[in-house]
């Protein structure tokens, strides 16, 4: 016969749930439409099927995630793609199982998908460490320019945080995602540097970004221990060819020259649910 032991209060276990200490779950899909299947459709399955993705779609449905976009994509590797964002999982997961039990389910085939939490990065500094970055860049503490920019920095800083970790998507039309790794090459091993060094790349290529301010809106997301890959990028553009000058100047830095690998690329165009359908085409005349 066993026996359990009561926990006493220091030996309290650990909280069980699924939703993230910091930040929230997110997920990349990416569907076509099976068109040989779609034209054994009848009228009415077209027309009620339609109907329902619209509504499974709908990003202020009572019970859609927090965060919900549909999107166009560009080229063959998709149709639409849709990028879903919550505290659950289940609740993100719950759309691509309504989309394929809807009615137009058997002619949408899942072609790619990444899986992902939201995080502050440890190379995004402290009140503190922005303070002891802006003396070694050669500020003088206590000077003028030092304290304004301190203060600048700790008015902005709780936004700043909260922008990566619970996410606003911003209005703009283009959007683009692709997973990264970073080398564990011999030579060219990321992890094995020393943080400090990986603190300097790292801010040499933040510094590379903040150039398309007011042009380009970026979020990394970790799929470390999710998924294959062990970041999700997700640009927003003002315009298309922000999106290939960012990249391009960015690749650049020697975090991304020296240590980076990157996966597949996916350009899409934000739309509404009915605007994706017309979009491609799906009829029911």
């Not at 019970?63 to 964002?85: C, I, N, T, Y």
Request: aromatic share 10%; proline share 7%.
């Amino acid at each position: 016969m066993s026996h359990h032991r009561p926990s006493t209060s220091s030996e309290s276990a650990p909280e069980i749930s699924l939703s993230p200490k910091d930040g929230w779950h997110c997920s990349h899909l990416y569907y076509r439409f099976n068109r040989h299947r779609l034209a054994s459709f009848s009228s009415a399955d077209v027309s009620t099927g339609k109907s329902q993705l619209e509504e499974i779609l709908d990003a202020e449905a009572s019970e859609a995630p927090q965060r919900l976009q549909v999107s166009v994509v560009s080229g063959h590797k998709a149709d639409f793609g849709l990028m879903l964002m919550d505290p659950d999982p289940l609740k993100i997961d719950a759309v691509s199982q309504k989309i394929a039990s809807s009615r137009l389910g058997p002619s949408i085939e899942p072609g790619y998908s990444f899986v992902s939490v939201t995080e502050v990065s440890e190379y995004v500094p402290s009140v503190e460490q922005y303070a002891k970055r802006l003396i070694s860049e050669g500020e003088k503490k206590d000077s003028g320019s030092y304290e304004a920019k301190v203060a600048a920095y700790r008015k902005r800083e709780p936004m700043m945080r909260r922008q990566r970790l619970t996410p606003d998507f911003p209005p703009w039309p283009a959007t683009c995602f692709y997973p990264m790794n970073k080398k564990r090459e011999v030579g060219e091993n990321w992890f094995s540097l020393p943080f400090s060094q990986r603190n300097q790349l790292m801010a040499e290529h933040a510094k590379s970004g903040m150039l398309f301010a007011g042009k380009v809106s970026q979020l990394i997301s970790v799929g470390v221990g999710l998924d294959d890959w062990e970041w999700g990028v997700t640009l927003w553009a003002r315009n298309p060819g922000f999106l290939t000058e960012i990249v391009y100047r960015m690749r650049f830095d020697e975090a991304s020259a020296r240590y980076a690998e990157f996966g597949p690329f996916y350009t899409s165009y934000i739309t509404s649910p009915s605007e994706m359908l017309e979009h491609c085409q799906i009829s029911d005349s």
